[in-house]
């Protein structure tokens, strides 16, 4: 299309680098510089979207982060596409597909405008009175309509193609915002060699000053100032310069999260680059230079496309040499349109400008409006057109009342409402806004974090007091204060007279003048709410929805709020404000996402034969963080007959299991013995080193926290194994008592979870297999018996070879520094093929030790659950003085008969596997709601009895024995008998290796 | 009687080292963690086991190869090339002899990688919060910190950046850095779970 809006010789766009991109299908020209919305206009698009409620045809408001209206739909490619963008701020590149949102079956034609014609039902609040009855359509009829009706664009749906990164950095001082106030405070602040960063949300650095075509800074036009600014800084190697960077997060201690759009505005980018970089900055200092929003005027049918702010009128017109219209009419309540209406006069626009103010007190702005139209004293009471502004009405006023009405034929709107401070980091950073009421706005007040703001965001609104306030607030904030003087002409006229809705003859009930674009929120929803007892602006906020679309309401806070304190006749600071929160502006999901997806989004630990087993087809589960062998299925093998093979092997043969992820903390010190005397319920003094003992460690609260075995290595050194979940918070519980309980005692602690791996062989034939490569030590029954520990060699490493067994078979943990694990198992595992050899996982070692009735914590117990209520109160001593846990465990509660004990149930039909977490009953035919005596812990079918076998928590259970209970099952009941939780060898024979396993020769 | 066996375990890195690029997986190393308390009005040994332990609290003493990381008040890193902790292990202990010590191998324990270049520091602030510039965490600075979700120990020995990290987390670590390193050019090319290791 014809860029027929595009003003020649001037703006900041590059007119050698034309680009194309389409919009809802046409395709619209621009050059680099623009952003969607400049190049739009310059095409003489001015219909943008559709309003989120009433779906009223809209265009752009604004020229900046807080557009309400003109938000697309971008499309940058498969996995590429988000909603929302607002098109003010996406930068115009070649090739993009852009498309307007909220409208069916196209932006000019759309169903959905019926509810503009039925608007006057659909006032605030009308879901909540609407949707209350009948309650039975909630979620068939009402919930589903809403949900289909609320939101703007659409969700993608396709994995995000782009990569994010995070960066972490520390400054001395962080200045956001690179117009005057930001640029003068970067360059007083760097000037000493502080660490600077400065942030500004654009693509170019410069602020109000890229637009400015009339001032003069030190004698030199704006855009020299703002060039040199930015060379003197790049030249500093202390300075650190973010442009796209949107600062969106105040967080407490100057942390200040950032922003950055890296490639966005390439359209061929290298991929090595990021999509975006969030910035997440430790700032010592920190300087807020954030402008301030323009604010809207509020007058019926204020929303038509092509009535926009007055500043970006000018901006438009400047920077990016767009006209908007070609008759334009400014309506204002302040000094700032004169501005704006004399640069879209010096392009040779048609220009007339309306004041809210009686002439009198109209001040040197005055000036400004040489060869213009000016009707001072004048309201604007509506406008007229439908997808395009054509006229607005205006009438003069005269003590109060509104006289006759006037159409001004025009086709764009410059309106001033005054002007807003984006307060929204100060407030974020949790610091005290005050009201200032000649420029009826609020501004920083009580600073709580080491920030201090400067310029529009501080209510300050002449050039040179910016630039002169700016300098000071950098110097400050590098510790260094000092002044500087800038000359800036002309003067900037501030002269500015509050008003809310503008006067009106028409009857308030018809009047529709929007406060809220985006959200579709009118002056008389605010008066609605109000009228309906929500005083609060909290609640008139939540109420009515005003502010809180995606643009949180910067075009839209402070007319709610003046409006509510109008109507409650309460002076603005004793309503109060809404709370600013994080982000500034939306942030993608991709940004705070980061790296955090895929191989990097959680570790994934995986233990030393884990390529191995990888290699033998094994298939894993996830225990903590931890990826372990769960079984090795063969060809053809589906998980039970894998697991039954596997259970086989140890019974009768041998099986190997990688065992290294098993927790392990060396505790070492002359007060070791005495440190694990005060850990756990049972005795460590009398243990000889050399020997292994199990440990069952008990919180404060006397319940079962861990277990594990524990070799004394030597006196003053014991290797404690923890499970393999549990490893960091035993560490931690220990380190805890250690350092606050217990710092008198000369113990240290190092996790050697990773030093040693560990690989469990068990059977029968486990000494046979292990003899050949163990050297120095003595393998025998009599010289190395159940439960100790020996140093030694395997293949010639050291190892820690404990006999010990979870399996209830003879068996043997072989650790060894966790690099030589892999070269000891394939060892093992070639030379134990002829008896058999067979690798097992988790899942058989869960069934064998369930066979064998050992517990697992976090299986069997579930933090309520004693010692005595698993059968193990042998474990704890009763001659020790203390320990953790003794006060809780003498408690009359824990010796309750009725507690929950541990037992082994056996299906009656001795077919049916119970359900893991079934609950039990005593009675089936007792009324509702059942009493419930317990739940089955582990259910598994034995493949060495050939039939099924459970442990349960069972209420007053060791009293139960050879009763029968019923367990749940998906279909009904089943009934079970109540015998010993022990399956297998309830003697411990086997593990002496006495008994004889079947052989694979 | 078990057959005789002549083989002899060798290290199996849970990453194979590499040679080259902004992120290096350094080849296996000996360790030890060694923990001391000083008496009250006791001073901690400046040296044991030619490791220099007088440098103050999160600093390295040392060369690249061979250092003493003070991680905590009396809490040493102590990194020797693989092979020479048979030895160190005793001369530290023998040095120490009559004090209250621990020293526990964790040789194994680590895997560690050497991050160089003008935008190490960058890469490691991927996901490193602490500052990590020149004034801040100047050559000889080491420290105990999180990079992304995972406990490493950051050492300055030199201009490079060592890392180490349990040898379970290197496989996330060292996909964390060469995702960071991208930006920057190559990144390496180790494969997990391959037996080239030193010996």
Redesign the interface.
């Known amino acids: 299309m014809a860029q027929d809006f595009r003003l020649p010789g001037r703006g900041r766009i590059d007119r050698k680098k034309p680009i194309a991109f389409t919009f809802n299908g046409r395709t619209v020209g621009g050059y680099e510089g623009d952003t969607l919305a400049s190049a739009l206009l310059a095409s003489g698009i001015r219909l943008m979207g559709r309003s989120f409620k009433y779906h009223r045809p809209r265009g752009v408001l604004t020229h900046g982060a807080d557009e309400p209206n003109a938000l697309f739909q971008v499309d940058r490619g498969t996995g590429r596409a988000d909603p929302n963008n607002r098109a003010t701020v996406v930068e115009a590149v070649a090739g993009l597909t852009v498309s307007s949102q909220n409208h069916w079956p196209s932006l000019e034609h759309d169903i959905g405008q019926v509810n503009d014609l039925v608007a006057p039902v659909l006032t605030a609040g009308f879901y909540y009175k609407t949707f209350m009855w009948p309650r039975s359509f909630w979620d068939k009829f009402y919930e589903p309509a809403i949900r289909a009706a609320a939101g703007l664009g659409v969700a993608p749906d396709a994995p995000d193609a782009d990569r994010y990164v995070h960066r972490n950095t520390h400054c001395d001082v962080l200045v956001v915002g690179a117009g005057p106030a930001g640029l003068a405070a970067a360059l007083a602040a760097s000037e000493a060699g502080k660490r600077v960063i400065l942030a500004d949300e654009q693509a170019e650095m410069g602020g109000s000053l890229l637009a400015d075509l009339t001032s003069t800074i030190d004698g030199k036009p704006a855009s020299a100032f703002v060039a040199e600014a930015l060379k003197t800084l790049a030249g500093r190697a202390n300075v650190t310069l973010l442009s796209r960077t949107t600062a969106f997060g105040y967080y407490n201690h100057n942390h200040v999260v950032l922003t950055e759009r890296v490639t966005d505005h390439l359209a061929a980018p290298d991929p090595k680059l990021p999509r975006e970089r969030l910035w997440q900055v430790r700032a010592k200092e920190v300087v807020l230079a954030t402008g301030a929003h323009e604010r809207p005027l509020g007058f019926a049918d204020n929303d038509r496309p092509g009535i926009m702010l007055a500043d970006s009128v000018r901006t438009y017109v400047n920077r990016y040499a767009v006209a908007p219209g070609r008759r334009i009419v400014f309506a204002t309540n302040g000094a700032s349109a004169y501005r704006a209406a004399a640069d879209a006069k010096a392009v040779g626009l048609d220009v007339t400008l309306v004041d809210l103010r009686p002439e009198a007190e109209i001040g040197p702005e005055r000036a400004l409006l040489s060869g213009i139209e000016l009707l001072a004293g004048h309201t604007v009471v509506g406008s007229t057109g439908g997808k395009a502004v054509t006229g607005l009405i205006v009438a003069p006023l005269s003590g109060g009342s509104v006289g006759a009405r006037r159409t001004l034929a025009c086709d764009c709107v410059g309106m001033s409402g005054g002007w807003t401070p984006a307060v929204h980091l100060f407030s974020q950073s949790r610091g005290k806004l005050t009201f200032r009421t000649e420029i009826d706005a609020f501004v920083p007040g009580t600073s709580v974090q080491a920030e201090r703001s400067a310029g529009a965001c501080k209510g300050t609104y002449d050039l040179a007091s910016i630039l002169a306030e700016g300098w000071a607030a950098g110097a400050d904030a590098a510790g260094a204060p000092s002044t500087r003087a800038f000359a800036a002409t002309p003067a900037t006229p501030t002269g500015f007279k509050a008003a809310r809705v503008l006067p009106t003859d028409a009857d308030p009930k018809n009047v529709r003048a929007f406060l809220d674009f985006q959200n579709d929120v009118t002056a008389k929803d605010i008066g609605l709410a109000v009228r309906e007892g929500f005083e609060s602006v909290e609640h008139v906020k939540r109420y009515t929805t005003n502010s809180m679309a995606t643009d949180q309401g910067k075009t839209s806070n402070m007319a709610a709020l003046g409006l509510v304190s109008e109507i409650l006749a309460k002076d603005i600071p004793q309503v109060g404000t809404t709370t600013f929160r994080p982000p500034y502006t939306p942030v993608t999901f991709g940004a705070i996402v980061g790296t955090a997806r895929g191989e990097t989004f959680d570790p994934i630990r995986t233990a030393p034969v884990h390529e191995w087993a990888v290699k033998q087809g094994a298939k894993f589960e996830n225990v903590s963080l931890w990826r372990r062998a769960w079984y090795f299925p063969k060809p053809g093998e589906d998980m039970h007959a894998a697991v039954a093979r596997e259970c086989r092997a140890v019974r009768e043969s041998v099986g190997l299991l990688d065992a290294s992820t098993l927790g392990k903390i060396e505790v070492v010190g002359p007060d070791a013995a005495e440190f694990m005397n005060r850990m756990y319920p049972n005795g460590w003094t009398k243990l000889e080193p050399g020997k292994c003992r199990y440990g069952l460690m008990l919180k404060e609260d006397g319940f079962i926290f861990d277990d594990g075995i524990v070799a004394r290595m030597a006196p003053d050194r014991f290797h404690v194994t923890t499970s393999t979940g549990g490893a960091p918070r035993v560490m931690a519980h220990m380190e805890d008592y250690l350092q606050t309980e217990w710092p008198d005692l000369d113990v240290f602690l190092t996790s050697i979870t990773e030093e040693w791996g560990v690989i469990a062989v068990q059977g029968p034939r486990a000494r046979e297999v292990i003899a050949p490569f163990v050297t120095g030590i003595d393998l025998s029954p009599q010289a190395f018996p159940q439960m100790t520990v020996r140093e030694g060699e395997i293949l010639g490493v050291p190892t820690r070879l404990m006999r010990v067994s979870f399996t209830g078979e003879l068996g043997f943990e072989i650790n060894v520094p966790a690099d030589f694990t892999q070269a000891v198992w394939e060892a093992l595992f070639g030379y134990g093929q002829r008896f058999g050899i067979t690798p097992y996982g988790t899942e058989a070692m869960h069934v064998l030790r369930a066979e064998r009735g050992f517990i697992i914590v976090g299986q069997e117990t579930d933090g309520t659950v004693t010692p005595d209520d698993v059968g193990l109160s042998g474990m704890v001593s009763k001659a020790k003085k203390d320990f953790v846990g003794k006060r809780s465990l003498a408690r009359p509660d824990m010796a309750r008969a009725d507690r929950k004990q541990l037992v082994g149930l056996l299906s009656a039909d001795g077919r049916t596997v119970l359900e893991e977490g079934a609950q039990i009953v005593a009675d089936t035919r007792q009324a509702l709601p059942m009493t419930m005596l317990g739940h089955v812990t582990s259910s598994y079918l034995s493949p060495t009895l050939n039939h099924p076998i459970a442990l349960a928590v069972v209420s007053g259970g060791r009293a139960r024995m050879g009763e029968t209970l019923f367990v749940t099952t998906p279909a009904g009941f089943t009934a079970v008998k109540v015998v010993a939780p022990v399956f297998l060898d309830p003697e411990g024979k086997r593990v002496e290796g006495l008994v004889e396993g079947g052989v694979h020769a | 009687m ?4 002549a ?8 990453l194979a080292p590499s040679a080259s690029g902004l992120v290096r997986v350094l080849p ?1 190393a000996d360790r030890f ?1 060694l ?1 001391m ?1 000083a008496p009250r009005g006791a001073v901690l040994p400046a040296s044991a086991g030619g490791f220099d332990l007088s440098g103050p609290l999160n600093t390295v003493r040392g060369t690249p190869e061979r250092f003493a990381a003070r991680l905590g008040p009396g809490e040493w890193l102590l990194v020797c090339p693989a092979g020479e902790g048979a030895a160190a292990g005793p001369a530290i202990a023998s040095d120490l002899a009559g004090r ?11 895997a560690a990688f050497l991050l160089s270049g003008t935008h190490a520091a ?1 890469i490691l ?7 990590l ?1 020149d004034a ?1 965490f100047p050559p000889g600075s080491a420290t105990r910190t999180l990079l ?3 406990e490493v120990v950051v050492v300055r020995v030199g201009d490079a950046f060592r890392l180490e990290c ?4 290197a ?3 060292h ?2 850095l060469q ?2 390193a ?2 920057f ?1 190559c990144a390496t090319s180790s494969t ?2 391959s ?1 080239q ?1 030193a010996g």
């Not at chain 2, 083989?7 to 849970?14: F, L």
């Not at chain 2, 209250?100 to 680590?110: I, T």
């Open positions: 078990p057959e005789p066996v083989i002899h375990a060798r290290r199996a890195p849970i296996p963690v923990q308390k209250f010590f621990s020293l526990v191998a964790v040789g194994h324990r680590n960058d602030n991927a996901g490193i919060a602490l500052d510039s801040a992304g979700k995972a349990w040898r379970s987390f496989p996330y670590v996909a964390f995702e960071a991208r930006e050019g997990r779970g037996r290791g």
